[in-house]
């Protein structure tokens, strides 16, 4: 069963914007790094930007450096990704995961503890 739970995806032109959510468990956020990760049709999985709650470290990814921001809003234990500019190279369904750390998050595989969750998906029209 997954830790954490994403929604917030949907279908938008290009050059448009969406913010997905991921909520955690009321621990989860005070335990463990939170991972974005997407997987667009016939690609594998890829790290789209991590966070460090409990440091405020947060990385992204060279490809949407500068367009996606993640925030935390620790009174719903949430996890928020905000995507500005979007491309169809974007559509993918979106993933949240816990990690250990967000140190080797553009490499991991799977989630540091429980499984992928169900994702959101993302659709970008040209």
């Known amino acids: 069963q997954a830790l954490l739970e994403e929604s917030g995806g949907g279908l938008v032109q290009d050059g448009g914007s969406l913010r997905l959510s991921c909520v955690a468990s009321?621990?989860?956020?005070?335990?463990?790094?939170i991972g974005w990760f997407r997987q667009a049709p016939g690609k594998e999985r890829e790290a789209v930007a991590c966070?460090?709650?409990?440091?405020?470290?947060?990385s992204y990814v060279a490809s949407v450096e500068g367009r996606f921001t993640i925030s935390i809003e620790h009174a719903k234990n949430t996890v928020y990704l905000l995507m500005n500019n979007l491309g169809p190279e974007d559509t993918a369904v979106y993933y949240c995961a816990p990690l250990e750390t967000c140190f080797y998050y553009t490499t991991a595989k799977h989630p540091f503890v429980s499984e992928w969750g169900q994702g959101s998906q993302v659709t970008v029209s040209s």
């Open positions: 966070t460090s709650p409990h440091d405020g470290k947060i």
């Open positions: 009321e621990s989860a956020l005070d335990t463990y790094a």
